[in-house]
């Protein structure tokens, strides 16, 4: 069983998305990267790209994640944040420690695709 089905499938993507934008566009460190972006295009992206991650059967057709995120200037800090509020809106969700510890080890290696802005 893929980690997709484990955690529920399309409800639950569809609803830790909702959750998940509204932690991050609540935090006035991430906030200002999303000026000007429309958020139901990014949410429909998302939810494409984590089905396909997590083992679903989507097909993710977007950009790669280094192209989305180039001119983003994206910090670590920033990449952590992110990263915690997916795993408080997993947690929130009902999904097991050791779900969340697999969704992160999938979604790590994306770390040096999206991190584009030196350490200051």
């Given at each position: ?11 639950v993507v569809q609803a830790a998305l909702e959750d ?95 991190v584009t802005s030196p350490a200051?």
């Open positions: 069983m893929s980690i997709y089905d484990s955690i529920g499938g399309a409800p998940f934008y509204t932690r991050v566009l609540a935090d006035p460190a991430l906030v200002p990267y999303f000026d000007g972006v429309d958020m139901r295009r990014l949410k429909a992206h998302q939810r494409s790209f984590l089905t396909a991650a997590l083992g679903g059967a989507e097909i993710y057709a977007g950009r790669d994640m280094a192209a989305a995120h180039a001119r983003l200037a994206i910090t670590d800090e920033a990449f952590d944040a992110v990263v915690g509020h997916l795993v408080d809106t997993l947690t929130g969700l009902g999904v097991p420690a050791e779900t969340i510890a697999e969704i992160g080890a999938e979604l790590a290696p994306l770390r040096q695709d999206i200051v």
